[in-house]
């Protein structure tokens, strides 16, 4: 087994004893009457991730309702162990979602419940292998001022015309589903963009009375006429549909990076293996699968989460 790999797996194995000990802290006083709600599509190996990354948030942000979409495989244990960290909890089967003409999988389900919350409550999509360790002012102030957001990148830090993105994607190399789309932003006829927002769906707020169920169902089945069934059903393509929702939103924006970034995507450098280097600097990291356990900087933070803010609940 190559060194690195071997490393991977030691760093995974060392995060999971560290995460299994957010089960010991204590339940999280969540409303379902509150006008957030945070959503996160969990399977069974995630559930510790799941309850860091939903309790971390949850204490910054403040009151709260909380939902989980169960992909299929939670083990009614699993979901016993869900209530008994959250006062008020919402459990939706993937299956009881109707995606109608959208594709089916790929967290497609995810986005669709996402958008019929919103018609009543402010959406907050936060993905399992996220984790919060310091307040979320711009967050809080998305919510008061019902604004959309997305977590970004350091080169797409504001939204950007959809004619500069389109030119500029078909510049670029490779055929992923995100980027076909891109190239597709000015041909589009079900939708008329003025701004594009390029983002990733781990952390995303969706508004009250946003872009709609049978606006996203409409782009869909235009951008599968123009891509291909295959392609359109690429893992990926709902990446990209939460961008579009976002994009068409009013007034929306990208939250400032590194405050909030995807861990190691870009790299900051030597210092990206230094727990120091994030606590007090960076609010909520993603720690995007590629590079979830090259060091063990997840396994620290998550120490650090459970030490200063979960024991004390």
């Known amino acids: 087994m190559p060194l690195n790999n071997l490393q991977t797996k030691i760093n995974k194995a060392l995060f999971q004893k560290v995460a299994f000990n957010v089960r010991a802290t204590g339940m999280y006083p969540s409303n379902e009457d509150a006008n957030v709600v945070l959503l996160s599509q969990v399977y069974h190996g995630a559930v510790d991730m799941a309850l860091l990354a939903l309790k971390s948030f949850a204490f910054q942000l403040g009151r709260c309702a909380i939902e989980i979409v169960d992909d299929g495989s939670l083990t009614d244990e699993d979901k016993k162990l869900f209530k008994a960290h959250f006062s008020d909890l919402t459990i939706t089967n993937i299956n009881d979602i109707d995606v109608g003409h959208c594709p089916r999988g790929g967290t497609w389900e995810r986005l669709i419940r996402i958008l019929e919350l919103s018609r009543e409550r402010y959406v907050i999509q936060v993905d399992t292998d996220t984790l919060t360790m310091s307040a979320i002012p711009e967050i809080s102030k998305a919510v008061s001022e019902n604004r959309a957001f997305t977590i970004g990148n ?42 594009y927002c390029r983002g990733c769906s781990a952390l995303t707020g969706f508004p009250i009375m946003g872009p709609s169920f049978e606006r996203l169902e409409a782009l869909s089945l235009e951008l599968e006429s123009k891509l291909g069934h295959i392609k359109w059903n690429e893992w990926g393509s709902e990446q990209v549909a939460s961008n579009l929702m976002v994009s068409l939103s009013d007034d929306p924006f990208i939250l400032p990076w590194p405050k909030y970034a995807n861990y190691g995507f870009p790299s900051t450098g030597k210092g990206n293996k230094d727990p120091d280097n994030f606590i007090g600097k960076v609010s909520t990291l993603h720690f995007i699968g590629s590079h979830r356990f090259s060091s063990r900087v997840y396994e620290k933070l998550s120490q650090y989460v459970i030490n200063e803010f979960l024991r004390h609940l």
């Open 154 to 195: 350091p080169i797409f830090s504001f939204p950007v015309s959809p004619e500069y993105m389109s030119a500029l994607s078909k510049r670029w190399q490779g055929a992923h589903v995100q980027v076909e789309t891109e190239r597709a932003l000015t041909t589009l006829q079900s939708e008329r963009f003025q701004k």
